[in-house]
């Protein structure tokens, strides 16, 4: 929306500065920043009104666990509230890239709102049913992936770039929008089962949305793509703008989610953020990329893939309690210790990941 105050200058005032990405996108951070923590405390006043016992607690979780019964969830909306304000107010509203991401990140953030609401309202952990909301999730992510097929350059349409290897691509023809729909369905999910410790979930999904974010703009400036040797993609260099807000939305929501924690996320959060990362990556042309970068993720999630068939084909467990992170609670970890040791992993994966852009 700022974007317009360009209008005004003539090249060499304050209104210049506008026409830069890198200062739209700190003013992005910061205002999702400041938004997070002006309104925290009273969205979690009004969530634990509104919510009287907050979110259920599952009988079968780790013992500690017992001892958050009340704390409230949907937190997701004070990181979702500072997110979208931060990007319309920031980015070019013109570009069909940042309109993409958004439409993923509200459409999924009503699907865990829903969800949520149905979890506390009937005070049990079923929420939504299972079907109803992959349905939901599949539908939103092909339209998503249709819509940036369409904007895609000719020569990337349809292709899957692979990392590394430089000016390789392979065409997946009608196979793309179903591809991307798994990135973009399983980024969510993905996120969604590591959201199980306080504050565990929140910083992984900054670290990796700054990655993609950085990738984003890399690939969306001609002059970079030259000197990395990485497909050109126009126009995605404006979803930095909208990394930067999650970022700064992110931080003010830690603020309170750290431990012990005065709210949770829920899936209103971590379906839309996870919807995000999936979003990003397909908009990016670096889906690939995103299974390094996002490599926690797919750990937590094939921590519980593994644990259903083998439990389905044998009876027995691989894990303690799946996803992995209450494995290593099970085994005694202190939980700070398990939230900081991930988000050490999460970081060094970013950088492997970021890697990827100059390893040719």
């Not at 951070?29 to 599952?58: E, S, Y």
């Not at 953030?109 to 969800?115: L, R």
């Not at 290897?165 to 369905?185: A, E, H, R, W």
């Not at 260099?237 to 970022?247: H, K, T």
Request: charge should be neutral; charged fraction near 15%.
């Amino acid at each position: 929306m700022l974007y317009w105050l360009t209008e005004l200058s003539d090249g060499g005032d304050v209104f210049n500065l506008f026409r830069y990405i890198t200062f739209r996108a700190g003013g992005a951070f910061l205002t999702a920043l400041i938004f997070g923590f002006i309104f925290g405390l009273p969205l979690i006043n009004v969530l634990r009104k509104k919510q009287g016992k907050g979110q259920p607690i599952r009988d079968d979780g780790p013992e500690g666990h017992f001892a958050k019964a009340g704390t409230p969830t949907m937190g997701g909306l004070l990181i979702i509230g500072a997110l979208v304000t931060s990007t319309l107010l920031w980015a070019r509203l013109d570009n069909p890239f940042v309109w993409m991401v958004l439409f993923v990140t509200i459409a999924y953030a009503a699907i865990g709102f829903a969800d949520d609401y149905a979890k506390v309202s009937k005070q049990n952990t079923a929420g939504v049913s299972g079907k109803i909301r992959l349905g939901l999730g599949f539908l939103i992510a092909g339209i998503a992936a249709y819509w940036a097929a369409q904007y895609h350059p000719a020569d990337l349409a349809n292709q899957l770039a692979l990392p590394i290897f430089k000016d390789t691509l392979i065409n997946l023809g009608y196979l793309f929008v179903p591809f991307s729909i798994i990135v973009i369905v399983g980024a969510a999910n993905a996120v969604n089962l590591t959201d199980g410790l306080d504050g565990l979930a929140i910083m992984p999904v900054m670290i990796a949305t700054s990655t993609l974010g950085i990738i984003a703009y890399a690939v969306g400036r001609v002059d970079f793509t030259e000197y990395l040797d990485v497909h050109y993609v126009p126009g995605t260099g404006e979803i930095l703008v909208f990394a930067a807000g999650v970022v700064g939305g992110g931080l003010g929501f830690l603020w309170y989610n750290a431990p012990p924690a005065a709210v949770f996320m829920g899936d209103t959060g971590s379906l839309a953020l996870g919807g995000a990362l999936g979003a990003i990556a397909v908009a990016t042309k670096h889906e690939l990329v995103l299974a390094i970068v996002g490599g926690l993720f797919v750990v937590e999630a094939l921590s519980v893939i593994i644990q259903v068939l083998y439990f389905k084909r044998t009876g027995k467990r691989v894990f303690l309690m799946a996803p992995i992170h209450h494995h290593y609670e099970k085994k005694g970890w202190a939980e700070p210790q398990i939230v900081i040791r991930f988000w050490i992993i999460s970081l060094i994966l970013a950088i492997v990941g970021l890697a990827t852009l100059k390893v040719r």
